[in-house]
T-cell receptor, first 110, second 113 residues
Framework: QQPVQSPQAVILREGEDAVINCSSS?????VHWYRQKHGEAPVFLMI?????EQKGHEKISASFNEKKQQSSLYLTASQLSYSGTYFC???????????FGQGTILTVHP | DTEVTQTPKHLVMGMTNKKSLKCEQHMGHRAMYWYKQKAKKPPELMFV???????INESVPSRFSPECPNSSLLNLHLHALQPEDSALYLCASSRRAWGDEAFFGQGTRLTVV
């Protein structure tokens, strides 16, 4: 079951904040976040595990609400380098596979 | 070395050709994956190898045949492909399946003519 991301696209000025949401209709074991720039491979940002804490590094952090089966990615004081497509990926509790959401296109302008 | 290396970077093949995509990692990861990605779409899982054994095959047509010769290498053999198979094929690896960060290769851009 593919998770649903929102919004589909975000346009920011440098220094602005953004939140990308990921929602699943099924119970989750973990949520993964990746960023993919045009023509490049997806790059891992972070993983959030059931029962784990909110994670983050520098100005990018994420939360995972297990009961609501939702995760949010927070980008603070955005930089031009943050531009790209952000994918969340969800893994169910039983041994299953990671399924990516449809992606959120983030564009940061000077 | 935190790199997943894929070759070739670009491939154009006819519908009657046989070709192979290669993927290599030296991070000691025991899970390796093949994904297919169409333009403006998320990566779509094709196959998963865990400890060199095929653990997931996402109902991929038999014209795609994966192979894991050893823990560092992953191949995808292609035969009699269709134009709709044109896509970016991504290889990824992780320490164990699904529980850890996955490292993606740069992909092979495949065009079937």
């Amino acid at each position: 079951q593919q998770p649903v991301q929102s919004p589909q696209a975000v346009i920011l000025r440098e220094g602005e904040d953004a939140v990308i949401n990921c929602s699943s209709s099924k119970a989750l074991y973990s949520v993964h976040w990746y960023r993919q720039k045009h023509g490049e491979a997806p790059v891992f940002l972070m993983i959030l595990l059931k029962g784990g804490e909110q994670k983050g590094h520098e100005k990018i952090s994420a939360s995972f609400n297990e009961k609501k089966q939702q995760s949010s990615l927070y980008l603070t004081a955005s930089q031009l380098s943050y531009s790209g497509t952000y994918f969340c990926g969800t893994v169910p509790p039983s041994y299953g596979k990671l399924t990516f959401g449809q992606g959120t296109i983030l564009t940061v302008h000077p | 070395d935190t790199e997943v290396t894929q070759t070739p970077k670009h491939l154009v093949m006819g519908m009657t050709n046989k070709k192979s995509l290669k993927c290599e990692q030296h991070m000691g990861h025991r899970a390796m994956y093949w994904y297919k990605q169409k333009a403006k779409k998320p990566p779509e899982l094709m196959f998963v190898y865990s400890y060199e054994k095929l653990s997931i095959n996402e109902s991929v047509p038999s014209r795609f045949s994966p192979e894991c010769p050893n823990s560092s290498l992953l191949n995808l053999h292609l035969h009699a492909l269709q134009p709709e198979d044109s896509a970016l094929y991504l290889c990824a690896s992780s320490r164990r399946a699904w529980g850890d960060e996955a490292f993606f290769g740069q992909g092979t851009r495949l065009t079937v003519v």
